[in-house]
């Protein structure tokens, strides 16, 4: 049996980063007001918002390109448990229409950063050999 295990890292990178780094690109454009607000609600200091940058930009770049993709896989696990505590508590224990977990997508993301975080980025990757921080 062949065994592809990176190519399946990669295959799992390049999603999970891509996914999360489309919606980083449109906090760029928009800004982070929204999550300012949501913070600013839950009386923490509205600067943090701006973590939003680390994990919906820089994070998945890491991982896409597989470089210090675990610490980009941190970064991304770190915004996605932000974003459920703040915005998607509620939703936790609740289905959609379909008969799914109502917050799959959120859930999606973070397992999948997860996952790299504990994969590593493999063989095809800036990092190459998949070493400890790759």
Avoid at 129 to 134: A, Q, V, Y
Wanted: hydrophobic content about 50%.
């Amino acid at each position: 049996m062949i065994k592809c295990d990176d190519t399946g890292k990669l295959i799992l990178r390049l999603a999970v980063g891509i996914l999360i780094l489309l919606h980083g690109l449109m906090k760029i454009s928009s800004g982070v007001g929204g999550i300012e607000g949501m913070l600013t609600s839950h009386g923490l200091p509205a600067f943090i918002a701006y973590g939003a940058y680390l994990g919906e930009v820089v994070g998945p770049l890491l991982v896409i390109v597989g470089l210090y993709s675990r610490v980009g896989a941190l970064l991304m696990t770190g915004s996605m448990v932000v974003a459920i505590l703040l915005a998607h508590m509620g939703q936790i224990g609740s289905l959609n229409a379909q008969g799914g977990w109502a917050l799959e997508l959120q859930g999606m993301f973070l397992f999948s950063s997860l996952a790299v975080l504990f994969l590593g980025a493999g063989r095809f990757s800036l990092g190459g050999s998949g070493g400890r921080w790759n």
